[in-house]
Antibody, heavy 121, light 107 residues
């Protein structure tokens, strides 16, 4: 059974780059037919925003609203995938979740526990 | 982007009640609609996928229906552990989008 765990700095300065890693256990990140994704939630219990996903082939899919600032990549040697979001502002303060879309990239299951990232000087 | 609108935004109910939450898409999404439950401080959990398929391990009191633009999540008999926030999500087109959530509270 797949388990995901986010890690990374909890505080990032405005204009800098937010970098998070998701460690996958219970399965290989290079297994075929797997997608890996990132979702954020800017207020507790409030709206969820899909950031992007990466397929096991390396193909990436990004939310157009963030596409110019986002990179998602996979590190098979560490069984991890990562998120980089450049030029952050206070609006990027959120809980960031990594999650696994199903084989067709539709629903997200399971999710990591989430990590709060605050953008502040 | 496809807009997902849930109603109501909040709902008060009692243990044992039957509850229905609605999700409407701004355009037809066939059955590419999924439901999640989120409790405070926790990640969302998948309940229903493809409009009406119950995720393994989810109690049968949860059910989903609908297609096109209108969808419902029904809890047949509320249990204390069901008080949470519920979200719908469409995967018909990129970007995937979520409803704003329905906060289900104890009356």
């Amino acid at each position: 059974q797949l388990q995901l765990q986010e890690s990374g700095p909890g505080l990032v300065k405005p204009s800098e780059t937010l970098s998070l890693t998701c460690t996958v256990s219970g399965g290989s990140i290079s297994s075929s037919n797997y997608y890996w994704g990132w979702i954020r939630q800017q207020s507790p219990g409030k709206g969820l925003e899909w950031i992007g996903s990466i397929y096991y082939t390396g193909d990436t899919y990004y939310n157009p609203s963030l596409k110019s600032r986002v990179t998602i990549s996979v590190d098979t040697s560490k069984n991890q995938f990562s998120l980089k979001l450049t030029s952050v502002t206070a609006a990027d303060t959120a809980v960031y979740y990594c999650a696994t879309p199903d084989a067709s990239g539709n629903w997200f299951d399971p999710w990591g526990q989430g990590t709060l990232v605050t953008v502040s000087s | 982007d496809i807009q997902m609108t849930q109603s109501p935004s909040s709902l008060s109910a009692s243990v044992g009640d039957r509850v229905t939450i609605t999700c409407r898409a701004s355009q037809s999404i066939s059955r590419f609609l999924h439901w999640y439950q989120q409790k405070p401080g926790k990640a969302p959990k998948l309940l229903i996928y493809s409009a009406s398929s119950l995720r393994t391990g989810v109690p049968s009191r949860f059910s989903g229906s609908g297609s096109g633009t209108d969808f419902t999540l029904t809890i047949s008999s509320l249990q204390p552990e069901d008080f949470a926030t519920y979200f719908c999500q469409q995967s018909y087109s990129i970007p995937a989008t979520f409803g704003q959530g329905t906060n289900l509270e104890i009356k």
